[in-house]
């Protein structure tokens, strides 16, 4: 493609050697000069070489970056690796000037085959060194084993090390004004910065060798093999994109043997090899190339503009904040130029950096607050852009059945974590909740479960998704279950109900189950929930498992599951908690005790529910909640058992109406009368009115409970209050600070005792018994907003539309 006349542009003879820096723009501008000006025959470019195959795929319209290449072992699809690449970074503009110019393009590190078998090999030995570290540093008295360990692995910065050598304690602000700043295109001499740092690397080469990278000696022995390949084929035309680190380790003088024999006896493993798209928020942190960037997007930027890049910058940052409907004007734009270029050239900066800019967004178009600068700095600085790659690009059938999926039901992946809520009446958004689920039992969390607003109903779902790259591997994973998503997790989950410990393993994998829609996975782990029920007595491990059994049951209903096995071994679990419950509950130890409320609790709402779910032919059902409450009546009545359970049992049969206002006030009064050891009384009205279940309202509601406890805790003798307050605080404290103050204002004036003016006809203690109309009329005009009403119309229209 090209003749000699051309590639004497290039410095000098041999190959072209573009030493760069990963994900640098100022690297990838510069080394698109490069290759405009000396148009080699061939690219070689730092990468597995496995992915050869995959280099024309990123001419393909569809390939957006970021994206990385993703190895992974064929028989441990965990252990894997990635190569991420940006717009801006050099190795991916080395790869798009290759397939633009039709030149070929080969990648030329250690393959991934020797890669991640030498990762399997080194955490193996890291180990044992690490076991025979901690020996040697008992019997060597000054050095501890992780000083000794961090000694062997200190690693050389060579960004720092030129930095300080320049005088400069901040390596990327140095890195940043002497490369990223430069021009590129209106370089005289496009080969010099290439030429200058590869002299400062031979220069660090010499005084730290490898710089305690016992690899790269490896890896660049492979380097100088594909580069001699490649001159062969070739000649001299060859260029060459890698770290700058190992640009004069490719220029050493070395023997084919002397490399040959670096590689002798190199582990391996069978690799796969394909392209997954990636996020700028994965390009922040330390990945493949080992060069995590702190700012992807403020890079980017750097890279795609084509002039001014502080003024597009600042006005990008403007329409952000005009978004999010903040004042910002055209003023403030030109007001933060100028304050961004004065710092630069008060901190001897060739042009504003990231730093400047930042305080001059944060001085100007933030008005000094570091609220909106969070916001700038999560979507601009570093960004919440997620790659593409073409349906082309090699996926195991597990992966392509989730993109069909993904497609059907209109369920893009995106990098940006947001709320998805789910009305399960409609057929696709009951789809959308079947994968998600069904991608969760395979261990891929692209979605988490959140709780439903506005409905508290088994048909709405709220998901917060949010699709990380390494995802990728999760489904690769997750291959060997299965070629669809369905299969596969129908059959991880009949394995995982096989294997389960533990019976409230099974009754929740019961209940994923039904919430993914996996109806051939029912029967075995049917089968297997059968099995432990029957084989456990503790009666706190079957109080554990009710409650997700009986939620699958309201899940088959709006699923339209069959659930009549499902609702038979629920009830035989109820009946096994309801004749060992009251044993188990007696000499219970504190801890033990407040763990058993708890399964109280949750046993309480489980029955509520698996009740509401009796048909009229099914007696058995029908009187699980009779049973239930002579259960309660048995704990709330017997002396051995913790008073913080007898309370709660009280309180319990107290909202089912099944104990009368009298009769908890007598049991109350008998628990808190003076012969009671105080530590056991406050744990009964912790029981009686702790928790979240509204005992503070009830506090305020009857003024009698509140007499009987108030009575009580002004009678607790001096040496035994410092033994209950804790107990008592841990009671009152998770009540509303309304609910509080109103306890407060009662006691106050002593609970039963009505304030000045107040009526004395019967009603509610502790209220008028009149309503207060003025109060009640304020909130008129909300209510005439809200229901859409004219305000001409009379009042008793809007109370009948109220109602």
């Known amino acids: 493609m090209s003749d000699d006349t051309e590639w004497r542009r290039s410095p000098g003879p041999g190959p072209l050697l573009l030493g760069v820096r990963h994900h640098g723009p100022g690297s990838a501008r510069a080394v698109r000069a490069a290759l405009e000006a000396a148009r080699p025959r061939v690219v070689l470019i730092e990468g597995p070489p496995e992915a050869d195959t995959l280099i024309p795929l990123a001419a393909d319209p569809e390939m957006r970056p970021p994206v990385a290449l993703l190895a992974h072992a064929v028989d441990e699809p965990g252990r894997s690796a990635f190569w991420p690449l940006a717009d801006f970074s050099p190795e991916w503009v080395a790869v798009r000037w290759a397939l633009e110019h039709e030149v070929p393009a080969r990648f030329i590190d250690l393959p991934a085959t020797h890669t991640l078998a030498w990762e399997k090999t080194e955490e193996k030995e890291e180990e044992e060194a690490e076991e025979k570290e901690e020996e040697e540093a008992a019997t060597a008295p000054g050095t501890t084993a992780d000083e000794s360990a961090a000694g062997q692995r200190m690693r050389v910065d060579p960004l720092a090390a030129l930095a300080e050598a320049a005088g400069h304690d901040d390596p990327e602000r140095w890195w940043e004004d002497v490369v990223e700043h430069r021009g590129g295109a209106g370089e005289r001499d496009v080969f010099a910065p290439f030429a200058a740092v590869a002299e400062a690397m031979a220069a660090l080469r010499e005084t730290y060798g490898s710089g305690g990278r016992d690899r790269d000696p490896v890896r660049e022995a492979h380097m100088r093999l594909r580069l001699r390949a490649a001159q062969r084929e070739f000649g001299e035309q060859v260029a060459v994109v890698c770290g700058a680190w190992h640009v004069p380790a490719l220029r050493a003088k070395t023997t084919v043997a002397a490399d040959r024999e670096l590689l002798k006896g190199l582990p391996k493993v069978r690799t796969d090899m394909t392209w997954v798209p990636w996020t700028n928020r994965r390009l922040a942190r330390a990945s493949g190339y080992g060069a995590g960037i702190d700012s992807p997007g403020w890079y980017g930027h750097l890279f795609r503009a084509p002039d001014r890049p502080v003024e597009r910058w600042l006005t990008k940052v403007a329409g952000l904040l005009r978004e999010e409907d903040r004042i910002v004007s055209s003023a403030h734009v030109i007001e933060a130029v100028r304050l961004a270029e004065t710092l630069a050239v008060m901190r001897g900066r060739p042009l504003p950096g990231l730093g400047e800019t930042t305080d001059a967004v944060r001085a100007v178009l933030c008005e000094g607050s570091d609220v909106p600068l969070a916001l700038v700095h999560d979507r601009l600085v570093v960004g919440d852009v997620l790659g593409e790659v073409p349906e082309a690009a090699p996926a195991v059938p597990l992966q392509r059945d989730l993109a069909r999926e993904q497609r059907r039901l209109r369920l893009r992946p995106e990098a940006l974590e947001r709320e998805l809520e789910l009305d399960l009446r409609k057929e696709t958004d009951a789809g959308r909740s079947r994968l998600l689920h ?211 049992a009280v309180r319990i049969l107290l909202d089912e109406g099944e104990l009368g206002p009298q009769e908890a006030a007598r049991l109350m009064g008998l628990v808190l009368s003076p012969g009671t050891p105080p530590a056991d009384a406050a744990a009964w009205i912790e029981g009686f009115v702790g928790g979240s279940g509204g005992g503070g309202m009830l506090l305020v509601h009857d003024e009698r409970l509140l007499g009987l406890v108030d009575a009580w805790l002004t009678g607790v003798p001096a040496e035994a209050f410092t033994d209950v307050l804790p107990l008592l605080r841990r009671t009152f404290s998770v009540y509303e600070p309304g609910v509080r103050r109103t306890i407060g204002e009662l006691v106050r004036r002593g609970p039963g005792e009505r304030p000045q003016g107040a009526g004395q006809a019967d009603g509610t203690p502790g209220f008028g018994t009149e309503a207060d109309t003025e109060r009640g009329d304020a909130v008129l005009p909300v209510l005439r907003l809200l229901l859409g009403l004219d305000e001409r119309e009379p009042d008793n229209d809007l109370v009948g539309a109220g109602r």
Not at 452 to 461: L, Q
Not at 523 to 550: I, K
């Open 438 to 648: 069904r991608l969760r039992l395979l261990g891929v969390g692209w979605g988490e479960p959140g709780r439903a607003r506005g409905s508290t109903g088994t048909f709405r779902e709220t998901w917060r998704l949010c699709w990380e790259p390494e995802l990728s591997v999760r489904v690769a994973e997750a291959g060997v279950w299965g070629t669809t998503v369905e299969g596969a997790a129908t059959a991880r989950a009949e394995a995982d109900a096989v294997h389960a410990s533990a019976l409230a393993e099974v009754t929740g994998l019961a209940e994923h189950c039904l919430l993914a829609g996996l109806p051939d996975a029912l029967p075995v782990v049917m089968r297997a929930l059968a099995d432990r029920a029957a084989l456990d007595t503790d009666v706190g491990h079957l109080a554990q498992a009710l409650p997700a059994l009986v939620r699958s049951l309201r899940y088959g209903d709006v699923r339209g599951t069959d659930t009549r096995a499902l609702a038979e071994v629920a009830a035989g679990l109820a009946e096994r908690v309801f004749v060992g419950l009251p044993p188990a509950c007696t000499a219970l130890d504190a801890d033990a005790a407040e763990e058993m409320r708890g399964h109280v609790d949750a046993v309480h709402t489980a029955v509520g529910l698996l009740g509401g779910t009796a048909t009229e032919g099914d007696p058995a059902h029908r009187d699980l909640r009779h049973r239930w409450r002579a259960v309660l009546r048995t704990l709330a009545g017997r002396d051995s058992v913790p008073g913080v359970l007898r309370g709660r």
